[in-house]
């Protein structure tokens, strides 16, 4: 199996910063995309972020210009730096990866279990 763990969300103030890390375990044979959704309360999830695995890179238009995303191959992890924070920031992140399981020829996405991001005084 295919293990996703998140880390680096917590309380930040408006016009703040953080960084969340995901880091993919088990067994697999590759990793293809991967990216960030978010939950905000009451409403649906949507998309942040991607990157590929060769480094191409997509974002939702509102957060295009405060985001970035990263990642290192070599471990196994995708990075999301979140600058200039705003209250509708407020979320559970996930991250969400496209993986090609070990002699499985078909790709899967996995998700982790979520991170949340209080941006808030």
């Known amino acids: 199996q295919v293990q996703l763990v998140e880390?680096?969300?917590?309380l930040?103030?408006?016009?703040g910063s953080l960084r969340l890390s995901c880091t993919a375990s088990g067994t697999f044979f590759s990793i293809n995309d991967m990216g960030?959704?978010?939950?905000a309360p009451g409403k649906e999830r949507e998309l942040v972020t991607f990157i590929t695995s060769g480094g191409s890179t997509k974002y939702a238009d509102s957060?295009?210009?405060r985001f970035t995303?990263?990642?290192d191959n070599a471990k196994n992890t995708v990075y999301l730096q979140m600058n200039s924070l705003k209250p509708?920031?407020?979320a559970v992140y996930y991250c969400n990866?496209?993986?090609?399981?070990?002699r499985l020829s078909a790709t899967m996405n996995y998700w982790g279990k979520?991170?949340?991001?209080?941006v808030s005084i």
């Open 7 to 10: 880390s680096g969300g917590g």
């Open 12 to 15: 930040v103030q408006p016009g």
């Open 36 to 39: 960030w959704y978010r939950q």
């Open 63 to 65: 957060m295009k210009s």
């Open 69 to 71: 995303i990263s990642r």
């Open 88 to 90: 509708e920031d407020t």
């Open 97 to 102: 990866a496209v993986v090609q399981p070990t």
């Open 114 to 118: 979520g991170t949340l991001v209080s």
